[in-house]
RNA sequence: UCCUCGGUAGCUCAGCGGUAGAGUAGGUGGCUGUUAACCACUUGGUCGCAGGUUCGAAUCCUGCCCGAGGAGCCA
């Protein structure tokens, strides 16, 4: 891991030795290292000093005694300030008095490149407007440094979770010509002299990989022109959707609890450092196992009843009403079967209850609501040409959907998984803005 | 689109009709195996904008702008 450099210090000081990382300090203890990074926090200015380093893997204590480094080299990394930047050579030692147990003892300072101006985001709190204002430096932060590690083994996870069985990468284009789903909460794009609309998701697409490939998913993002701002959503955000042929609700609502079994595990087993900085209760994660309660639209409406939640039966959920039925159980909770009538064009009718969709919606617990939403597709054309009538959808711009009814129609199902609302309530974040490197939502797009 | 809350120092906030404040950050000096470090001194303001009421407005009224989180909608 650790390359060998001649590294040459302040001071024309010549020494061989190694590059670690702050992640991996605990395989260099003993030994001389050079660290690379930006100063995180510098405290004292007599005959010690303590400066904390970051270097991207992490944050570790450095100490650096004036008589070792050099009054010069110390005061010249004191006035460079905040987030300067810093090579740094030392040894690493084992010392119950630094936090993390590991410490570099620096005989080297070397200034890279100084903070020019006072760094903005202290340590202490902020607000969220001024945070966001200055997301570009945010994400240094400790936290949201954790956030953004568990996100890339999410989105990991799910590329391995579907290349072990089999699902094609087949993903969806952004422009599209128009509403996937009919809605109109599109955002319009300029496509030279015609008109275009970015994609709010792929699943009609999906649809049709799957009848060549027959097991597939996407994974990009996604646009919804909605004017709603709560701490669930974003106008820019990250889908994965799987669509399997040959394949029913059932078959849709295991891959779905699987998936999230198999994502919850995996960032308990490789995020523990990330978890543990954001103090993540384990204890509610650990309870994320098959199988999960599985519920009709039905019986949640009961439960809400049951409750004493006032509830109109027939509408969709709420995410007041999500809350309520998810508090009730300890792990994510599957609702099946809603009325069709709040449902896509394209869901399947359910032949047991034709005024019911085959459709689930996942909800996850601890208040993040709904993480997944998905079902059994619509094969039969003639039912299709009548939905699509019926929500006042143009035929026209959905002729390519119906050929997929025309040759070969079969079963289908699939869903569409939210990556910063499960990313959001893996790390035990309030609001999905904090899941995305730069969060786009109603009032802000910068930086 | 609707409802609610907010906008005062770089930042977090108090002040709510009578001289513009604190903490923190920044600066200077001191001390220190510190760890939200500490001690002393210190710089720092069109009180979101525009009108109005008043002898007097950060404070009361009206309008506007900006932001937050909730509803609806959704992942």
Same mark, same amino acid.
């Given at each position: 891991m650790a390359e060998f450099i001649r590294a040459e210090g302040l001071y024309g000081r010549n020494f061989v030795t190694? &590059?670690?990382?702050?992640? /991996?300090?605990? #395989?260099?203890?003993?030994?001389?290292?050079?660290?690379?990074?930006?100063?995180?926090? !510098?405290?004292?200015?007599?005959? &010690?000093? !303590?400066?904390?380093?970051?270097?991207?893997?992490?944050?570790?204590? @450095?100490? /650096?005694?004036r008589d070792e480094v050099g009054a010069e080299a110390l005061r010249r990394v004191k006035e460079a300030g905040q987030e300067s930047a810093l090579i740094l050579r030392g040894t690493v030692r084992a010392d119950e008095r630094a936090p993390g147990g590991y410490e570099v003892v620096a005989d080297d300072l070397e200034l890279v490149a100084p903070a020019t101006e006072e760094y903005p985001i202290a340590l202490q709190d902020h607000g969220i407007d001024f945070l966001l204002s200055k997301r570009h430096l945010w994400l240094r932060s400790r936290k949201q440094h954790a956030v953004l590690r568990i996100r890339s083994e999410v989105c990991q996870g799910i590329r391995d979770f579907f290349y072990a069985r089999d699902f094609v990468l087949t993903d969806a284009p952004i422009f599209t010509p128009s509403a996937c789903e009919g809605t109109t909460n599109l955002f319009e794009v300029n496509y030279f002299d015609d008109k275009a609309y970015l994609t709010q998701s792929g699943q009609l697409y999906m649809e049709a990989t799957a009848m060549a490939h027959g097991k597939v998913y996407c994974f990009g993002p996604t646009f919804r022109a909605e004017r709603s701002k709560t701490r669930r959503h974003l106008t820019e955000f990250w889908m994965c959707e799987p669509e399997m042929a040959y394949a029913t609700l059932d078959d849709a609502m295991d891959l779905a609890e699987e998936l999230?079994?198999?994502?919850?595990?995996?960032?308990?087993?490789? @995020?523990? %450092?990330?978890?543990?900085?954001?103090? %993540? #209760?384990?204890?509610?994660?650990e309870r994320v196992r098959r199988p999960f309660p599985r519920i009709t639209y039905d019986e949640a409406a009961a439960l809400l009843a049951e409750k004493g939640h006032e509830f109109r039966y027939g509408d969709d959920f709420g995410a007041p009403d999500e809350t309520a039925i998810s508090e009730h159980f300890d792990r994510p909770v599957l609702i099946h079967r809603y009325p069709a009538a709040v449902k896509a064009f394209y869901m399947k009718r359910d032949p047991a209850a034709p005024d019911k969709a085959l459709c689930v919606d996942v909800i996850a617990p601890e208040g993040v609501g709904e993480v997944i939403g998905g079902g059994e597709r619509a094969t039969d054309l003639a039912y299709l040409e009548e939905q699509i009538a019926?929500? %006042?959808?143009?035929?026209? /711009? !959905?002729?390519?959907?119906?050929?997929l009814r025309r040759f070969g129609s079969v079963p289908h199902a699939g869903f569409g998984l939210g990556l910063e609302r499960t990313v959001a309530w893996i790390a035990g974040r309030e609001h999905v803005r904090e899941a995305i490197p730069f969060p786009r939502t109603l009032y802000r797009k910068e930086p």
């Open positions: 190694r &590059i670690a990382t702050v992640r /991996a300090l605990e #395989d260099f203890v003993d030994q001389r290292v050079e660290l690379r990074g930006w100063l995180y926090k !510098f405290r004292g200015k007599g005959k &010690i000093a !303590f400066l904390h380093l970051r270097d991207g893997t992490g944050v570790v204590q @450095c100490v /650096a005694k999230l079994e198999y994502l919850v595990g995996r960032a308990l087993e490789r @995020c523990g %450092r990330e978890l543990a900085v954001l103090e %993540r #209760d384990l204890e509610p994660l019926a929500h %006042r959808l143009p035929k026209e /711009a !959905f002729e390519w959907y119906l050929d």
